[in-house]
């Protein structure tokens, strides 16, 4: 499974920002996506994750704010950030987890949250 992010970028506070993460290779093994991120001198940290099932998890500073989706036909999962605080500046990763629970990590995009 590979795995291709991209969207991030410089945004005011307030502003919005779309993730997109494209999956490929073997698709059919993914059974969960989801974000992460990691900001300097932080570890990384669960954003928001979308199960096959629909079923979808977001950690609590996020709730509100950021939304996740899935569209299965072009393998694609999406984060929708919106109300961006400074506090978001991190750098984002995709992530996936098949159904023998071995994980792949997409490449990091950067989104920063300044005046």
């Known amino acids: 499974v590979q795995l291709q992010a991209s969207g991030g970028g410089s945004v005011q506070p307030g502003g919005s920002l779309r993730l997109s993460c494209a999956a490929s290779?073997?698709?059919?093994?993914?059974?969960?996506m989801g974000w992460y991120r990691q900001a300097p001198g932080k570890q990384r940290e669960l954003v928001a994750s979308i199960h096959n099932s629909g079923n979808t998890n977001y950690a609590d500073s996020m709730k509100g704010r950021f939304a996740i989706s899935r569209d299965n036909a072009e393998n694609t999962v999406y984060l929708q950030m919106n109300s961006l605080k400074p506090e978001d500046t991190a750098v984002y990763y995709c992530r996936a987890v098949d159904y023998v629970t071995t994980i792949y990590w997409g490449q990091g995009t950067l989104v920063t949250v300044s005046s």
């Open positions: 290779g073997s698709v059919s093994r993914i059974n969960a």
